[in-house]
């Protein structure tokens, strides 16, 4: 090997080392450009006919959306065409308590709090404080802040909380959209708090495409092992969907 290509392989390794490490902290800002109607499918005509055709969103989560949208971050949004499905699949099945694992402002979690019964619930898990600041005068103005139960911490000692206070089989729906290193636990978690007929919904299962890399980052790995495990898992039906960054839906038996 000349001089040269040894410099270029190295450049390449510290390069894809800086990449894994940068991955394990952050959500990588290409997330989400697959399908959302806000990031890859932005400009699609056929996505704005889609929501010019489908989106009956709450005046209060319209103002929502254009608020979060103004941040840095707002690739991290769920799709409001995602939600929509998600807050009519919980009505569907009449769903009174929800969990939510990964709340950023609070899109999901205030659509959930719109269509839950007044005796209802939605444990939001974040570990941001601030995002969630920038969502709760919404939640206030569309009266539902009190179906919306908070906890500010790492989710899976919010899991284990509620698993440990007996609510095991209580949950109705869980959608999980946090780190993704950890997503294996959620949905193990997830499934005990859920009843049977309860669903989970699993965000970003196709990680911007990277499932299909032949060398994965740990988070990719993380999503390509669940995503491989949930198909051969007989305690649910599933069906994974090309909608937002790749959704799929666990129905338990
Ligand atoms: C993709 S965003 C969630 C989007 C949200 N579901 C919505 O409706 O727009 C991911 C969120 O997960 C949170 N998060 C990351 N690691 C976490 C952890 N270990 N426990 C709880 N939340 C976490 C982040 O702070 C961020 O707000």
């Not at 996505?47 to 319209?62: A, C, I, N």
């Not at 444990?123 to 009266?143: F, L, M, T």
């Not at 206070?165 to 999980?176: P, V």
């Not at 499932?211 to 999503?223: A, E």
Request: aromatic share 8%.
């Amino acid at each position: 090997m000349n001089k040269l290509a040894i410099i270029g392989t190295a450049a390449l390794g510290v390069t894809f080392a800086a990449g894994v490490l940068i991955g394990r902290k952050c959500f990588p800002s290409d997330v989400g450009n697959t399908f959302k109607s806000h990031v890859g499918a932005k400009n699609d005509p056929l996505m704005k006919y889609l929501l010019d055709h489908s989106l009956r969103e709450h005046p209060v989560l319209t103002k929502l959306r254009m608020c979060t949208l103004q941040e840095p971050r707002a690739f991290m949004m769920v799709a409001c065409e995602q939600s929509q499905l998600m807050a009519n699949l919980a009505k569907l099945i009449k769903a009174k308590k929800v969990i939510e694992i990964g709340v950023y402002t609070g899109y999901n979690l205030l659509n959930m709090a719109l269509v839950l019964p007044e005796d209802g619930k939605v444990v939001g898990c974040d570990i941001s404080e601030d995002y969630a600041n920038i969502g709760r005068p919404y939640w206030k103005e569309a009266e539902v802040e009190h179906k919306i139960d908070l906890r500010i911490k790492p989710a899976l000692e919010t899991l284990d909380e509620l698993l440990k206070a007996g609510e095991a089989g209580t949950f109705d729906f869980a959608f999980i959209d946090a780190d993704k290193i950890n997503y294996s636990e959620y949905y193990e978690k997830c499934l005990q708090l859920l009843r049977k007929g309860g669903i989970i919904a699993l965000d970003n299962v196709l990680w911007g495409k990277r499932v299909l890399n032949p060398v994965k980052d740990p988070s990719t790995q993380s999503i390509h092992q669940l995503n491989e495990r949930i198909f051969r898992d007989t305690r649910v039906n599933i069906s994974m969907l090309t909608v937002g960054d790749g959704l799929t839906l666990a129905f338990k038996l």
